[in-house]
């Protein structure tokens, strides 16, 4: 992250990277398939994450409720945590090359919020409702990011909270 807020993601070389984490070139693409998948390097956990916190969700809790209180939760970040976050936001939606990268990764959160809407719902995840529900709160969550990273005034958490009460309550008027 350093590198590339120094020097631009462009500029910076998968040789400059593999240098200042003291590897060679050959064991960076061990681990990843290029510079750009170093900016998603933890999010595969991040996901685990999430899917681990729906599986202990109660059966008595309200479906967009839950996905409201996980999401949010998996996204608390500690304070020395939140600079890198910003920059590795930043670089995403920024850079034009890297929105492309996104995709896989975006995919496998969607999937894990309409697995959880599926088995809820007892639909199939490739059903009409648990696709919408994890496409709306991943766009909602998106909309968070992007309202955080350009305001910066709050917690991230405010951000997502709101977004997804609205999206809660059909983006009716909070009351």
Do not use: C
């Given at each position: 992250?350093?590198?590339?807020?120094?020097?631009?993601?462009?500029?910076?070389?998968?040789?400059?990277?593999?240098?200042?984490?003291?590897?060679?070139?050959?064991?960076?693409?061990?681990?990843?398939?290029?510079?750009?998948?170093?900016?998603?390097?933890?999010?595969?956990?991040?996901?685990?994450?999430?899917?681990?916190?729906?599986?202990?969700?109660?059966?008595?809790e309200?479906?967009?409720?839950?996905?409201?209180?996980?999401?949010v939760?998996?996204?608390?970040?500690?304070?020395?945590?939140?600079?890198?976050?910003?920059t590795?936001?930043?670089?995403?939606?920024?850079?034009?090359?890297?929105?492309?990268?996104?995709?896989?990764?975006?995919d496998?959160?969607?999937?894990?919020?309409?697995?959880?809407?599926?088995?809820?719902?007892?639909?199939?995840?490739?059903?009409?409702?648990?696709?919408?529900?994890?496409?709306?709160?991943?766009?909602?969550?998106?909309?968070?990011?992007d309202?955080?990273?350009?305001?910066?005034?709050?917690?991230?958490?405010v951000?997502?909270?709101?977004?997804?009460?609205?999206?809660?309550?059909?983006?009716?008027?909070?009351?």
């Amino acid at each position: 992250m350093r590198l590339f807020s120094e020097q631009g993601f462009d500029q910076t070389t998968v040789e400059q990277i593999a240098a200042a984490a003291g590897i060679s070139g050959r064991t960076f693409f061990r681990y990843f398939t290029g510079k750009a998948e170093v900016l998603w390097y933890s999010f595969d956990h991040e996901v685990a994450a999430l899917r681990a916190a729906f599986a202990t969700v109660p059966d008595d809790e309200p479906l967009m409720a839950a996905v409201r209180r996980v999401v949010v939760n998996a996204n608390r970040y500690r304070a020395e945590d939140v600079p890198e976050l910003r920059t590795r936001m930043r670089l995403i939606t920024t850079v034009p090359a890297l929105p492309a990268t996104a995709g896989p990764h975006y995919d496998a959160w969607e999937r894990a919020v309409s697995d959880f809407a599926a088995s809820r719902l007892s639909e199939p995840a490739d059903g009409l409702i648990p696709m919408a529900v994890g496409r709306t709160t991943l766009a909602a969550a998106r909309a968070a990011f992007d309202a955080w990273l350009t305001r910066a005034d709050a917690d991230l958490t405010v951000y997502l909270d709101q977004a997804l009460a609205a999206l809660e309550r059909g983006f009716a008027p909070a009351r």
